[in-house]
């Protein structure tokens, strides 16, 4: 493969190395800095590559590398005091836990590429999702708002919110709704479709939420989730494709409620 058709290769994945680093940081910049810090590692050694036939996999192991040989620490010059309240969480859990459970949940690997991905074994690739499934989503219960125009869709996703022992606060269809829900019933966190039914923007409707309330996590919903990671600023931390799965919900909400972990949640 020419260097060309490599930076080309890595181009196509590397959205998705972003957002698997940010939710594994809960940080847009401290998740960027180590998927910097990989393509790096790369452009400066090719051999990093070398053993998988699988770009995203060996990308994804590059990564894994350094932020194992990192000793996984989490820049907090620029995190907000929420920020570091849940790294100090993180200190608790399972070593490696998260990593599987999102690699699993947000980036749908299986557990033998897992397994590539951590250097451990299937096995135990696997036993360290169940464990993070565990830990975290007993972790704290909260208040959530769902914005997302498909009914269908919304009384799924409300559905699987209140089986976690999460309280919906509603369901908005459109930007103005959004905003009357807030104002009604602050949430803890939001689950937020991107387009909503009366043509406005999901992420307008979450900006000015965040802009009035203030640093609340948002996970969002897309079909099209390149679309939202293009390194521009502002972008999610928490990001899920559609059509999704129960799982994968159920992991973004945990995720997002741990790192939110402080005011105004039940521990």
């Known amino acids: 493969m020419t260097a060309a058709d490599l930076a080309?290769?890595?181009?196509?994945?590397?959205?998705?190395?972003?957002?698997?680093?940010?939710?594994?940081?809960?940080?847009?910049?401290?998740?960027?800095?180590?998927?910097?810090?990989?393509?790096?590692a790369i452009l400066t050694d090719r051999s990093v590559l070398d053993g998988e036939d699988d770009l995203r996999i060996a990308l994804f192991k590059t990564f894994h590398a350094i932020w194992q040989s990192s000793g996984q620490p989490v820049e907090e010059a620029d995190m907000s005091a929420r920020e570091r309240r849940a790294q100090d969480h993180l200190r608790g859990l399972t070593p490696n836990s998260r990593e599987a459970l999102l690699l699993r949940t947000i980036e749908e690997l299986r557990s033998d590429q897992i397994a590539r991905v951590m250097q451990v074994e299937p096995a135990e690739?696997?036993?360290?999702v169940q464990i993070a499934l565990s830990e975290m989503g007993s972790s704290l219960r909260g208040r959530v708002m769902v914005i997302e125009d498909e009914m269908i869709i919304a009384m799924d996703l409300k559905g699987i919110v209140q089986a976690m022992g999460h309280e919906v606060t509603g369901v908005a269809r459109t930007h103005t709704a959004a905003i009357e829900l807030a104002g009604k019933h602050r949430?803890?966190?939001?689950?937020?479709?991107?387009?909503?039914?009366?043509g406005s923007s999901g992420v307008d409707a979450v900006n000015e939420l965040l802009g009035s309330m203030g640093d609340i996590p948002v996970i969002f919903i897309t079909a099209f989730p390149e679309r939202?990671?293009?390194?521009?600023?502002?972008?999610p931390a928490f990001l899920i494709s559609k059509p999704y799965s129960e799982e994968q919900v159920r992991s973004a909400v945990s995720q997002a409620m741990f790192f939110a972990s402080t005011e105004g949640l039940e521990a």
């Open 125 to 128: 690739a696997e036993e360290l």
């Open 187 to 198: 949430p803890d966190l939001i689950l937020a479709d991107i387009q909503l039914a009366d």
């Open 8 to 40: 080309q290769s890595i181009g196509r994945e590397l959205p998705f190395l972003r957002r698997y680093a940010r939710a594994l940081t809960g940080s847009q910049s401290a998740g960027d800095n180590y998927a910097a810090a990989t393509l790096e």
């Open 228 to 235: 939202l990671l293009t390194g521009d600023r502002p972008e």
